[in-house]
């Protein structure tokens, strides 16, 4: 062989190396990535029901049911333009209210959302960049505008 051949084998050795390296980083990311939807993404695009997803947008007021069970939640999500139920068996964050940003982490099965985890958002001007995002595409949120029912940051005004 000569120089030059030697030279494309361990170019196309190399980018061969790499691309399996490659597939092999997304093949093990596969399963723990979880992808964020607001309720009008998921009425169009269906996911697997056996996949993990993030759902965001703001409690739908009136809409907190106590379930049967003990600590079964149910209540609807929107982001002004679709309207998602979800269904919690858990503890909710002290800061879950009505009208309020949330994004929920489980599984949509039967046009129901099985969350197994609530996130809420910390103070009331925040709103997750995800839901804030799908939220302003929709035209129904604006910088420096609270969601409707959010009350007034207490403390430190003059």
Not at 1 to 8: A, C, E, L, S, Y
Not at 56 to 73: H, K, T, Y
Not at 97 to 121: M, P, S, Y
């Given at each position: ?74 209540f609807n999500v929107t982001d002004g333009n679709t309207t998602l139920t979800v269904r919690y068996v858990g503890i ?67």
């Open positions: 062989m000569t120089r030059k051949n030697q030279r494309i084998a361990l170019i196309v050795g190399g980018l061969a190396f790499l691309g399996i390296a490659a597939g092999l980083v997304l093949t093990a990311f596969e399963d723990s990535v979880v992808f964020f939807f607001s309720p009008t993404d998921l009425q169009a695009k269906p996911v697997d029901p056996e996949r993990r997803i993030r759902v965001g947008g703001l409690v739908e007021s009136g809409s907190v049911e106590r379930g049967p069970a003990d600590a079964e939640i149910r909710l964050p002290d800061l879950f209210r009505e009208g309020q940003g949330i994004v929920a982490q489980g599984r949509l099965q039967n046009a129901v959302f099985q969350a197994d985890e609530v996130l809420a958002k910390h103070d009331e001007t925040y709103m997750p960049k995800e839901v804030a995002d799908a939220l302003k595409a929709q035209g129904h949120w604006k910088e420096g505008e609270m969601p409707s029912g959010a009350a007034p940051k207490a403390g430190g005004g003059s």
